[in-house]
């Protein structure tokens, strides 16, 4: 029988024969090796990783090797590629020590920083490698090494050294005092600054410092890497220039303007020395030295002695000169010595003498401060009344030589004249202005005390009576008044000098009858009626309350003011304000009014009112619209304004409290402007006519105003209709009235003594106009004049149309009528004598320039402008009001043909406008607007 083994068993028997095998060969494997090893070098130590600073050379040390069988070599490796290979070193420059135990890199750079080195030990048995050290080299400050010598003189301050400032870096200065044998960090506290910077200034220059060394460490806070420079400057110390005895001959000199000195020093030194001389004014600004160089005032400016020759300096002023001495080139090694130039004031008048106003018999002099250098003399002079021509010395009575003293003085000493002459030694003298000595009269105001005109001390001579010529001069502080305290004023003549002021405001006047002279200002503001002076004055101002009544025609030269609730009543009078005269000061046109000036008596009624008027010269364009502040009586006020926009002319207003004469049937205002002026002709006025509502009759319509002149018998002149403005007052201005008559203001509710009930204007085919218009019968009609006009204001008749009775209807050819638009109306003579006028009518006739509103009436924001031209151009439109104020104006391009070109009027306020309408080659149109 055959024996078997089971197939798993012997599987077991295989695997357990296999770990057997394989652990008696890793025994002998490791027997080997431990058993080599122990045969190789063995290392002390591996060298260690090294931090150094430039310059410095770090050792690397692998210890005492043991351990070694046979020959053993030592060899050093360095890796520059932070280990990736390493190549042998060798003794030289760069190492020492490169097959021995211990390694020296030799005096590193910053190169060599992040090189790993290494010993590899071989002996019979093998190498053994050590591990790699890492060398890290941290760069070592720079420092300088430029050596100077710095000079200075004692004294001196703000040498120093400075080097390249390094932020890295840490500095600290050193100073030797024994040439180099030893160093001391500087002291802050011996006057060294920046001893810890870069930049070091050294204190103030002793003797003792001469022959100092100076260097500085600069340290690296990060690396802890230090320098230390070499000595880099030598100080040297001088002794300053020294001024014999210690200044400039001579210490001060004072010259008159343009005068000449000298001044001289003589200083000694350590070594040669340069010189200059320098100038600075002191007085009155504060100026600094300046070196002067040789010209024509100055003449050795840089020896010991300066010479001067006419000097510069204004009178008055001081200056400082000085001589420079020093070692040239070296610091602070400059010594000055100052002297000084005072320049003498001219003599002059620093405060004038005075006019000299003094009453009759008591005493008066004059007083004058001069000015200058030096000690001033004086001397008085006068005329003796020559008015200049001729002038004596004098002599004042005091022993103040700056007031002249002339004692008691008389009349006959009135006007002379006074000066002074100021000297002192330098020339020329100053004299002062001519002064006068005015003697007043008795009865000449002085102010002295008060206002008061019953006051003695006021006057020369005490309270005038009725044989003193009175005068009120413009120069007292207070001016006179007559009050109530007063009672009753007396003098036999008054004189009111330009400027001066008289009140009354109260009392009595007993000479009302003068002579006056006028000139300055007379107030009359009592609380009750007054009468003002019969003549001419420079300025009127009324005030207070009641009546203040003209008993003859008065002038006003300067002004007049109304105030108070007083009236001005002309009564027969005209008040006029003269060529110069300012506008009278009183409420504006549209304000309420206290105070105005009543052309009539005071009463009402036709005798009573419009019997005096306000005459206002020289009236002309530029003054714009001038006010009359008038009404007919003292209770009721109806100004006018009058804008004159023709020749230069003196106009008179006076007002009634009448119906205007002409056939107004209680359509009208019961008030009569009455205007005039000087020379007749060449007039172009508007006027502005202000009125209260209970003054409207009864069928008066403010909607449809007009203003209207009347000849004295008839209306023959209107504007064109438009609404009043205003409120209770209300006010209405229109016109360009050529002629001045009698204005008022009327509406549509007219009631004509003759009646159109048709008026039409047309053309006809041989270029005439043809006019037709029937009446209605109401009166019979003396005949009609035809009248045109190229604007619509001013009228010509062209020809009369007799009238027939029962005959209703009539015409009228004009066979010439011109170009453009062309405006015709008829007046109407009835058998009564009554003219009226119809409305205007219109026709546009061929044209080569023609200009429209379309709308002229409107209450929109926008109206057109129709321009037919004949040629393309630029046309100017201005808008100007009743008073002639331009509102705007623009230019607009015009094309040849037909143009219908927008104007906005969304500014202008309700009323009555005109449009101006001119073009290129010079036509012109003025076209009413009403802006409703």
């Known amino acids: 029988m055959k024996n078997f083994t089971h197939p798993a068993l012997r599987s077991w028997l295989k695997l357990f024969l296999k770990v057997i095998v394989c652990t008696l060969w890793l025994l002998c494997i490791v027997s080997a090796a431990i058993s080599r090893d122990l045969r190789l070098p063995h290392l002390g130590q591996n060298p260690g990783d090294q931090t150094v600073c430039a310059g410095s050379s770090p050792v690397f040390s692998i210890g005492t090797v043991t351990g070694t069988s046979g020959t053993t070599t030592i060899q050093w490796e360095v890796s520059v590629n932070g280990g990736g290979s390493y190549s042998t070193v060798s003794n030289g420059v760069s190492y020492s020590g490169a097959t021995t135990a211990s390694l020296t890199v030799l005096n590193v750079s910053t190169a060599l920083n992040g090189n790993r080195y290494r010993c590899v030990v071989t002996d019979a048995t093998g190498s053994t490698v050590s591990n790699a050290a890492l060398l890290s080299v941290n760069a070592t400050p720079a420092v300088s090494s430029a050596t100077r010598t710095t000079t200075v003189c004692e004294g001196a301050t703000g040498a120093g050294l400075q080097v390249t400032n390094d932020p890295a870096l840490s500095y600290q200065w050193q100073v030797s005092s024994n040439n180099g044998g030893s160093w001391n960090n500087v002291n802050a506290g011996d006057g060294y600054t920046g001893g810890t910077t870069n930049d070091l200034t050294y204190p103030a220059a002793s003797l003792s410092m001469n022959g100092y060394l100076f260097r500085y460490t600069a340290s690296n806070s990060v690396t802890t890497c230090n320098a230390t420079s070499i000595a880099l400057d030598t100080l040297r110390v001088l002794s300053k220039p020294v001024f014999t005895g210690g200044t400039v001959s001579p210490l001060s000199a004072t010259i008159c303007p343009n005068g000449n000195t000298v001044f001289t020093a003589n200083p000694t030194g350590a070594a040669a020395m340069a010189y200059q001389w320098q100038v600075r004014q002191v007085l009155p600004t504060s100026g600094v030295f300046a070196n002067v160089s040789d010209d024509a005032v100055y003449s050795g400016a840089q020896t010991k002695t300066l010479n001067i020759t006419a000097f510069t300096g204004a009178a008055g002023s001081s200056w400082q000169v000085q001589l420079v001495a020093s070692y040239p080139s070296t610091l602070g090694c400059a010594s000055s010595s100052l002297g000084a130039i005072i320049i003498r004031t001219l003599p002059s008048v620093a405060v004038q003498p005075k006019d000299t106003t003094v009453c009759a018999n008591s005493p008066a002099g004059f007083k004058v401060t001069g000015s200058g250098s030096a000690t001033l003399t004086y001397q008085w002079q006068t005329d003796n009344g020559t008015a200049g021509v001729s002038w004596s010395n004098t002599a004042s009575i005091g022993t103040v030589p700056t007031i002249l003293e002339l004692g008691p003085v008389t009349t006959a000493m009135n006007g002379f004249r006074y000066r002074v002459t100021v000297s002192n030694s330098c020339t020329p003298p100053a004299t002062s202005a001519e002064r006068v000595l005015t003697v007043r009269r008795s009865g000449t105001w002085l102010g002295y005390k008060d206002t008061k005109w019953e006051e003695p001390m006021n006057w020369c001579g005490g309270i005038p009576d009725r044989t003193i010529d009175v005068l009120v001069p413009n120069w007292p502080s207070n001016m006179p008044n007559i009050s109530d305290g007063t009672g009753t004023a007396l003098f036999k003549s008054l004189e009111i000098e330009n400027a001066a002021r008289l009140t009354i405001s109260g009392g009595a006047v007993e000479n009302m009858t003068g002579p006056f002279n006028l000139q300055g200002t007379v107030i009359y503001s009592a609380l009750r009626e007054q009468t003002v002076f019969p003549a001419d004055h420079g300025s009127l101002e009324i005030n207070g309350t009641g009546n203040k009544s003209l008993s003859s025609p008065v002038a006003i030269s300067h002004n007049l003011v109304l105030g108070g609730s007083a009236k001005l009543v002309t009564r027969t009078n005209i008040l006029t304000m003269k060529t110069g005269s300012n506008p009278v000061v009183t409420s504006a046109f549209n304000d309420p009014a206290t105070s105005w000036i009543v052309t009539g008596n005071g009463n009402a009624g036709a005798a009573n009112t419009g019997i005096g008027g306000l005459r ?317």
């Open 616 to 932: 206002i010269e020289q009236v002309d364009a530029a003054d714009g619209a001038v006010l009359f502040p008038v009404g007919p009586t003292p209770t009721a006020y109806n100004p006018l304004q009058l804008t004159n926009g023709g020749t230069v002319d003196h106009f008179t207003v006076a007002v009634n409290d009448q119906t205007i004469p002409g056939g107004i049937y209680a359509a009208g205002v019961n008030r009569t402007w009455l205007v005039s002026e000087a020379v007749v002709g060449g007039s172009n006025v508007m006027l502005s006519l202000k009125w209260q509502g209970n003054e409207e009759q009864s069928l008066f319509d403010r909607i449809q105003t007009q203003i209207i002149r009347s000849n004295g018998s008839q209306i023959v002149e209107s504007s064109a209709k438009a609404p009043a403005s205003g409120g209770d007052p209300y006010a209405r201005a229109d016109g360009a009235f050529a002629t001045l008559t009698q204005f008022s203001v009327a509406s549509s509710a007219v009631v004509l003594a003759v009646q159109l009930s048709s008026f039409t204007v047309q053309r006809s085919g041989n270029g005439a106009v043809g006019l037709a218009w029937n009446t209605t019968g109401i009166s019979l009609p003396e005949y009609f004049d035809v009248q045109r006009s190229a604007d619509g204001v001013h009228f010509v008749t062209i020809g009369r149309v007799e009238g027939e009775r029962d005959k209703t209807a009539y015409n009228f050819t004009d066979n010439v009528p011109g170009t453009g638009i062309v405006y015709y109306r008829l007046l109407m003579m009835d058998l009564q004598n009554e003219m009226v006028a119809s409305s205007i009518r219109s026709v546009v006739l061929n044209s080569n320039n023609l200009a429209q509103l379309r709308p002229s009436a409107t209450a929109g924001t926008i109206t057109k402008v129709y321009i037919q031209s004949s040629k393309q151009t630029v046309a100017s439109l201005y808008v100007t009001d009743i008073a002639g104020r331009i509102h705007l104006r623009q230019s607009v391009s015009v094309n040849k043909g037909e143009n219908l070109l927008p104007l906005w009027i969304g500014d202008l306020g309700k009323g009555v406008y005109y449009v101006h309408v001119k073009s290129g080659d010079g036509n012109s149109q003025v076209l009413t607007l009403m802006k409703q």
